[in-house]
């Protein structure tokens, strides 16, 4: 599986699914991702072990993120961490960075 995905309308995937997407991320203390956000889908992290800071919080073993279509956030691994991550709908082509933001 590419970065941990294996639920979604994308190859490699368990399941094909254009309805959500789902994948299990592990993470070394200092990973980060770049600031995005979605126009269409709704993105839950379940933060399952370690600590992570989204959208200027941090949040640690048990939290739960919710970010909304056109809410953007970074993502940064505070401690090794492992997500669960969901995006609602499984809408391809649906991830825009800070230079697409006034797409």
């Known amino acids: 599986m590419v970065k941990g995905w294996f639920v979604g309308d994308f190859e490699p995937s368990l399941y094909h699914t254009g309805?959500?997407?789902?994948?299990?991320?592990?993470?070394?203390?200092?990973d980060a991702e770049e600031?995005?956000?979605?126009?269409?889908?709704?993105?839950?992290?379940v933060v399952v072990s370690g600590e992570v800071e989204m959208a200027g919080k941090r949040f640690r073993e048990g939290d739960i993120v919710v970010i909304e279509p056109g809410e953007g956030t970074a993502f940064r691994a505070i401690t090794d961490a492992v997500n669960?991550?969901?995006?609602?709908?499984?809408?391809?082509?649906d991830k825009y960075l800070q230079e697409d933001s006034h797409a």
């Open 19 to 30: 309805d959500v997407e789902v994948a299990v991320k592990h993470y070394q203390a200092g």
């Open 35 to 45: 600031w995005h956000y979605h126009k269409v889908a709704t993105e839950l992290t």
């Open 84 to 93: 669960v991550v969901v995006k609602l709908p499984g809408a391809s082509n």
